[in-house]
């Protein structure tokens, strides 16, 4: 749509009104001709009928389009002429003297129409000198008079002259400021689309997680924004070099599955060039080299636009419309571009996304598979070791022990060890239900004090170990027999790799919890290593582990039996050296 222009509408209602103006003036002059009484009415009727003839011509002219060509001025000038040997016809019939109104009014209408100066000036000239023979008609070659009414009547000339240039060039500045009032309106209202454009891609992003639930509702939204049927987007792979057609794809409303589609980029196409090239490229009408285009020929389009899509400076992969009932614009063309940069960019985030879902849930079901590995060969285990380490008890009872020391010796070793890969299996068969969130939870009231006093009685060493109750509150919610495990675990630890310096064990008060800290002095745990110590088979000293026994499952035991009993366990250094593990469980 072309910019209105103002001067043609302004000129248009002028002559609308000059049209009227004139109706009304011939009416009156042809009642005023037929009462004249020596008028032949032959030649009357002749003139008459030009003049009617002509307004009519200029009543039904197609005004606003001849004003924008000479044609349109030439018409003017013509019609003021008429207007002018109208007036001068009159007033010639007249008895009165001339007073020359009926000129101005024919000079005045010529002025507002805008008619350029030259023109204006001729009308002017026109005017004075026919205004000039109806004085002389009436006076006679009296040069006083003559000189009396037109030095007036060409002083008002020049002044309606100079009126028409102030008008002309303040309309001028006007339709220049609408214009650009306009131009701002437009580019204000392509802005306003681009943003619609977006919102609804964004708005189409947010409602949902899967690339195959926001890709056809996206490039809906694309397609349907430059009234196309038909919408796809087609994503580079590069292990396979060729663009993979995305499915579903979009068509006159409706998701559509796509079968496997893959397109090479030395393969003759529309959307291998964008990719290529990076430039929009649009078929408007197909030939019989585009039959060659296996997309093209697939969707049986007659009309495709293509643009690329980018991350950054990097080409993803093509976004394609077709089938839209007229040819694409150059607008439909910035209409793409403007959606193409976000939509690569969720394109490319979401199908990173997908791959890494997908590689995460591979993860996650090789996990599940090793924790029920775990798990079954741990029962199995355990069965057969019960066995075993009965009998190896048996075997120790003093009727039975042999006697040479050797054999009781090789008996004492093998009912340590098999102990050992009892714990061993039991930490596994814990960690596996940590994991699989299947641990047994018996939550009930416990007097902290007695609990941690049975536990330091029971344990090998359990004398290096300072118990401090402190006046804290010492009833916990807790199962029983999870939180012994936790801190035989934490003591254990304490007492195998904290030197030979003194255990501690203090409790303080927290809010709505009790912290109980298991303290050591001894090495401690470099810096480097805070990070790992909750995670399981961590041994961050592996020889000293070869030697005390672990196989590194124990803090991790700690961590998920704490948190499952809706706890906390955190590690710090202990003053002076040392470590010091605290953990806070809930009060009733």
Avoid: C
Wanted: net charge negative; proline share 5%.
């Amino acid at each position: 749509m072309g910019e209105r222009d103002l001067t043609i509408d302004y000129r248009v209602k002028v002559i609308t009104t000059g049209l009227i103006v004139s109706w009304f003036g011939f009416v009156i002059f042809s009642l005023w001709a037929f009462s004249l009484p020596d008028v032949d009415p032959t030649s009357m009727m002749i003139a008459l009928g030009g003049f009617f003839i002509g307004l009519v011509i200029l009543t039904f002219a197609p005004w606003r389009s001849l004003l924008t060509s000479p044609v349109g001025d030439w018409m003017l000038l013509v019609w003021t002429m008429a207007a002018i040997l109208a007036v001068l016809m009159f007033e010639l019939r007249r008895m009165d003297q001339p007073n020359g109104m009926g000129f101005l009014l024919v000079v005045f209408f010529t002025a507002a129409t805008l008619t350029p100066n030259r023109t204006l000036i001729t009308i002017g000239t026109i005017a004075g000198i026919a205004y000039a023979a109806a004085v002389i008609s009436f006076n006679g070659f009296e040069t006083t008079a003559l000189v009396g009414h037109l030095l007036p009547f060409l002083g008002a000339i020049v002044f309606v002259l100079l009126l028409s240039v102030g008008i002309r060039a303040q309309l001028e500045q006007t339709n220049d400021a609408y214009h650009q009032l306009a131009r701002r309106e437009a580019a204000l209202a392509d802005q306003e689309r681009e943003l619609s454009q977006l919102y609804d891609v964004s708005r189409t992003i947010g409602a949902g997680s899967k690339l195959d639930e926001v890709l056809p509702e996206l490039v809906g939204r694309v397609a349907m924004s430059v009234n196309a049927r038909i919408g796809l987007v087609l994503l580079y792979d590069p292990e396979s070099e060729a663009l993979d057609l995305m499915s579903p794809i979009w068509v006159a409303g409706h998701t559509v599955r796509a079968d496997t589609f893959h397109l090479g980029l030395d393969e003759y196409g529309i959307g291998q060039r964008v990719f290529m090239s990076n430039d929009a490229e649009v078929i408007n009408e197909m030939s019989r080299d585009h039959i060659r285009d296996r997309l093209v020929s697939e969707l049986e389009a007659e009309r495709v636009a293509a643009v690329a899509l980018r991350v950054g400076n990097r080409t993803i992969g093509v976004l394609l419309v077709g089938d839209k009932p007229d040819a694409f614009s150059d607008a439909d063309l910035d209409t793409l571009h403007s959606v193409a940069a976000p939509a690569a960019l969720v394109l490319n985030q979401m199908a990173r996304y997908e791959h890494a879902r997908s590689t995460s849930e591979r993860m996650a079901e090789l996990a599940r598979l090793k924790t029920d590995f775990v798990s079954v060969v741990s029962h199995e285990l355990r069965t057969p070791l019960t066995s075993i380490i009965g009998a190896l008890g048996t075997l120790q009872r003093p009727e039975l022990a042999p006697e040479d020391p050797r054999a009781r010796q090789l008996v004492e070793m093998a009912a340590k060890q098999s102990n050992r890969l009892k714990t061993l299996i039991e930490d596994l068969l814990v960690v596996s239900r940590i994991e699989a969130d299947s641990l047994p939870m018996r939550p009930s009231t416990i007097e902290l004090e007695p609990l941690l006093v049975g536990l330091l009685e029971s344990l090998p060493n359990g004398d290096r170990v300072l118990f401090d109750p402190g006046n804290t509150i010492t009833t916990v919610t807790a199962d029983p027999d999870h939180l012994a495990r936790v801190f035989t675990n934490l003591v254990d630890n304490a007492i195998k790799y904290g030197g030979d310096g003194p255990i501690e064990i203090r409790t303080t008060m927290g809010r709505n919890e009790v912290h109980i800290s298991v303290i050591d002095h001894g090495p401690g745990i470099p810096y480097e290593q805070h990070d790992r110590i909750f995670e399981r088979f961590t041994q961050l000293q592996p020889h000293a582990t070869r030697s005390k026994g672990g196989a590194g499952l124990g803090l991790s035991i700690v961590k998920g039996l704490v948190e499952a009993m809706d706890g906390r366990v955190w590690y710090e250094p202990s003053v002076g050296g040392g470590a010091t593990f605290t953990v806070a469980i809930p009060t009733p």
